[in-house]
DNA sequence: TAGATTGTTAATCGATTAACAATC
DNA sequence: TAGATTGTTAATCGATTAACAATC
């Protein structure tokens, strides 16, 4: 089967972003050059991440149609059927995750928080009930969700994969500014504001 | 001078965060072996990371010292003076970044936010006061700050940040999810959650 | 001393870029 | 047809890993 590095990956919903945008101001073909001179990638680039997800070849002196990547893209990265998850820990970053309203586009249904503030548990954010997590073991496993958003603090989130993982989670989507060791098999991905912010940092202080 | 890859640098807040960990349980000192254990990485690029930002060697048969890592971590990484920021776009997910207090920690002081909403304009979020969109221009470059935190919905990101870098940005924190056009000399990163959700699906899909 | 761990140098690996013939 | 753009194959580049002598 055909590899996928990270970066890569990454990319894709950046180009869909930008085909989107194409799509509605009513263009319909668009070709590696156009696109790498609007996102800054190499041409070259771009013709090798389309082509790998692609059934069809481009068209010379075309490009590709702008309707049909859009519909390659979506469904190469699942956007077309739900994936169900929960999110552990409503403070103020949990919060804005179940409030957040594209991830039902992305393929992502949050279907329910859990807490153990008393202001929180009993409570709906996003249109979404909040448990206490002490309800963890118990209701977890009857929400049909495998993937578990982990916003709790960072002292906490090793303790939360792993009941998560003991209850069935497969995938952990992490926003703990820490490293978590899971099981093998276990999928974890983790969006890490310090290591974020250090890139820039770094670049900002390197510039002079 | 030294480069640093994107990778190595998302690496050392990830350090960082664990050094702190055995500073508080005690632990004095730290070999590659041991810290390669605990995050994964193979133990070569544990000591390449380190060497490439120690004054002193490390110590055959002891390693090196935790509380000196510490320091010289947050050294590299400017944690030890702040820069100053400004959020622009007060919705859930830059209000959940006004209220998070480890930036200040990180070296990053959010010192205002702006919007465009009548409820939240003249408020006060996290502790900063939030100013309306049009006072952009003349507030601020009253403000001190360089850095931009990018929190407004993607169809209005590359617009704030040529207002932004206009008015004297240096440096763009894009929470949008889309890709920015900045003049050479910006530093853009970007924290794309869409992004890394591909990377979690397309794990969880491939597993099997 | 013996052995664990270091730092350095070389080898490997993978991703990006370049070159170029094929094609609409 | 001519020329832009494609897909493929080879070259380059950079980062990670492996090997190993140095050292406390």
Chains 1, 2 share one sequence.
């Not at 149609?65 to 994936?83: C, H, M, N, P, Q």
């Not at 209701?139 to 989130?157: E, N, Q, R, S, W």
Request: glycine fraction near 8%; charged fraction near 20%.
């Amino acid at each position: 089967m055909k590899v996928f590095s990270k970066n890569q990956l990454q990319r894709y919903p950046i180009y869909l972003k930008f085909f989107k945008e194409l799509y509605e101001d009513g263009v319909t073909e668009i070709s590696s050059p156009k696109i790498a001179a609007e996102l800054g990638y190499s041409e070259e680039q771009i013709r090798k991440d389309l082509q790998a997800i692609s059934s069809e070849p481009g068209r010379p002196k075309k490009g590709r149609s702008v309707a049909k990547l859009i519909e390659t893209i979506e469904s190469f990265l699942g956007y077309r059927d739900s994936a169900y998850a929960v999110l552990v820990g409503c403070g103020h970053l949990g919060s804005a995750l179940l409030n957040y309203p594209n991830f039902d586009d992305m393929g992502l249904t949050i279907v329910a928080g859990f807490d153990v503030s008393p202001n929180k548990v009993g409570r709906d954010i996003g249109g979404k009930h909040i448990y206490h997590m002490d309800e963890f073991a118990t209701v977890f496993p009857t929400l049909g969700a495998k993937i578990v958003v982990l916003c709790v603090p960072a002292d906490h989130a090793q303790d939360a994969l792993n009941m998560a993982v003991e209850k069935g989670a497969v995938a952990i989507w992490n926003f703990a500014p820490c490293h978590l060791n899971a099981p093998t098999g276990i999928v974890v991905e983790t969006v890490n504001l310090a290591s974020s912010l250090a890139v820039l940092s770094h670049r900002l202080n390197s510039k002079r």
